[in-house]
């Protein structure tokens, strides 16, 4: 399958970067050349210069014969504008990064029928709902829901006092229909055998029927206050699409930054809370204003150096949890080993949407773990499969995946090794990234 890319910023690198490792045949276009070498020196793919609008690169064979259009320049109005031109010159789908709330809040029917975009995308709203659903279960590094919220995946740090800690997994005894599909250590992925002993720092993968893992999740969450208190530095477009989830969830919040204009806009927006316009660096600041006493800090800024530096600040002054945006996935390590609780990525997270669209024909469900090192995967078993028919024991699953549920006659259950693969049936699969084509191939449109 051929994808088009146009632009080559910060999102659009990201999208052609993960696409390229899914092997897909991907094209960008940038009219920038000091942009499009950076693209053609470090990625796998077909770079064009030019100007993603005009006839000349439209009419290019090796953008005309795409089957995906993902505009992504930094204008809302020139990526609307691509992909009615692409599908107007045949592209079949198309998939926008829209950020103005003006058309992603108001203008749906001019984005989907005028303009033909087939998905629209916000990368800040898509992280403001991601942090939500971290703030909602406070011992949580992830939450993620599958089979129509049937399957629930719950990742957590294991901490020095955790029940669970120097403990074979042979030996942990979980709740019935829940097992633990991957552990990261030290930025290493360890597929889990029974006589693994989980460590304290381990970031662990629980995977099970909704009801057994919320159970699970209750044992965690009793160690941890509920969430009420919420700092933010850094009124961005991500805080704005934060602010009414926050309200809705009665947390109190603060909101820092030191530009004046970007305080008054947010002034409005706040109704439980206040704006304050100060350093986010200034310990003194930062101490006055009760950052200590604050559930989590969110560290908001567009610059990941800064929203490192202000998280470990905040760690120094005693903040229970930092949740740290961050769009350079180098950093995502650094930043671990400095003591942020929590990084996320606007762009990872957009990425993998647009991954699902282009994979939805037999992809219901796609969580991008660990920086895209690991996907968990819900997918619709047709036909056409190898694996129709047979055990799990029989099926040629490469190593570096696990079936962890499935879906049959609309029940939710972990498998075993005998359990029968039928046509229709959804099965949810944890697999690393080398792994994944080998599995889409077993699953053939």
Request: charge should be negative; aromatic fraction near 6%; proline fraction near 3%.
């Amino acid at each position: 399958m051929r994808i088009v890319v146009v632009g080559a910023g910060k999102f659009g690198y990201s999208v052609a970067n993960l696409l390229s490792k899914g092997q897909f045949d991907v094209v960008v276009v940038e009219s920038d050349e000091n942009r499009r070498n950076i693209v053609k020196n470090t990625l796998d793919v077909l770079t064009i210069l030019g100007n993603g609008c005009s006839e000349e690169v439209l009419n290019m064979p090796e953008v005309r014969q795409a089957d995906v259009c993902v505009a992504c320049t930094d204008s809302d109005e020139v990526n609307m504008i691509v992909c009615f031109l692409a599908k107007e010159h045949g592209i079949k789908y198309t998939v926008a990064q829209i950020r103005s709330t003006d058309y992603d809040t108001h203008a749906q029917e001019l984005l989907h029928k005028e303009m033909k975009i087939d998905l629209a995308l916000n990368p800040e709203r898509i992280l403001a709902n991601e942090i939500r659903n971290i703030l909602e279960t406070p011992a949580a590094l992830a939450i993620n829901l599958f089979a129509d919220g049937k399957i629930s995946l719950f990742e957590v740090k294991i901490t020095a006092d955790s029940d669970y800690v120097n403990a074979s997994l042979r030996d942990i005894h979980l709740p019935t229909g829940i097992l633990i599909a991957k552990i990261f250590r030290s930025g290493t992925m360890i597929i889990p055998h029974g006589g693994d002993m989980l460590k304290p720092g381990d970031n662990v993968y629980f995977v099970g029927k909704s009801d057994a893992v919320s159970a699970l999740r209750g044992n965690f969450n009793s160690k941890y206050k509920k969430t009420e208190r919420v700092l933010i530095i850094g009124a961005s477009r991500t805080a704005k699409f934060l602010l009414p989830i926050l309200e809705a969830l009665n947390i109190f919040v603060k909101i820092i930054d030191i530009n004046k204009e970007k305080c008054q806009q947010m002034i409005p927006l706040v109704n439980n809370g206040m704006v304050l316009c100060g350093d986010g660096t200034d310990f003194n600041f930062l101490e006055d204003e009760g950052i200590a006493d604050a559930d989590v800090v969110l560290c908001l800024t567009d610059n990941d150096k800064m929203n490192l530096l202000f998280a470990m600040i905040a760690k120094h002054l005693g903040a229970r949890k930092t949740i740290t945006r961050v769009a350079r996935g180098e950093y995502v390590g650094l930043m671990e080993e400095a003591g942020v609780d929590i990084t996320l990525s606007a762009r990872l997270l957009s990425a993998g949407e647009v991954l699902k669209f282009i994979r939805r024909e037999v992809l219901i469900s796609l969580s991008l773990l660990e920086g895209a090192q690991a996907e968990m995967m819900e997918l619709k078993l047709p036909a056409g499969s190898p694996l129709v028919g047979k055990a799990l024991l029989e099926a040629d699953l490469p190593r570096e995946c696990l079936v962890c549920a499935m879906v049959h006659d609309n029940e939710a259950f972990v498998p075993n090794g005998n359990t029968i693969l039928a046509e229709g049936d959804r099965v949810i699969i944890f697999a690393q990234s080398e792994a994944v084509m080998d599995i889409m191939a077993l699953f053939p449109v």
